[in-house]
């Protein structure tokens, strides 16, 4: 009788194997979906924060006799990168100080991106690279 009474409590090994080899299957086809997932969100970092970094150019050239002389995303933001550090900003001026290139590049884990691995947004409002401003932007 006490055999009985144990013998149908619990799992067996081949019911937990079997669980587990499905869950195994499950995740390698999760993961694929799931990185792509993230490195299209991380874009989003990008695009919003050059587009900040624009503002704030603006701004500072209302404010500094109408020039970008000097500005730096350390300057206008206060760093040199993204909010978590995925992409590098830069300034590039031209035209004597009256127009700029903003640049994020992709850094970390965001190289990894081949499809969108650097964003530009010039003081005249263009986006880029025009490749892939459908897809990127």
Not at 42 to 57: F, H, K, S
Request: aromatic share 10%; charged share 20%.
């Amino acid at each position: 009788m006490y055999k009985e009474r144990y013998a149908d409590a619990g799992f067996t090994l081949i019911e937990l194997l079997v669980t587990v080899a499905i869950v195994a299957i499950l995740s390698t086809l999760a993961y694929p979906s799931y990185h792509s997932f993230m490195t299209k969100t991380r874009r989003g970092e990008a695009t919003r924060e050059l587009q900040d970094l624009a503002a704030g150019m603006e701004r500072y050239y209302a404010n500094n006799d109408s020039s970008y002389k000097d500005a730096t995303p350390i300057r206008i933001t206060g760093s040199s990168h993204t909010e978590h550090g995925y992409y590098n900003l830069a300034v590039t001026l031209s035209n004597s100080n009256q127009s700029y290139t903003l640049s994020a590049t992709a850094t970390g884990l965001q190289v990894n991106d081949n499809k969108c691995p650097s964003f530009t947004l010039t003081s005249t409002g263009k986006k880029g690279p025009a490749a892939t401003v459908d897809q990127c932007w």
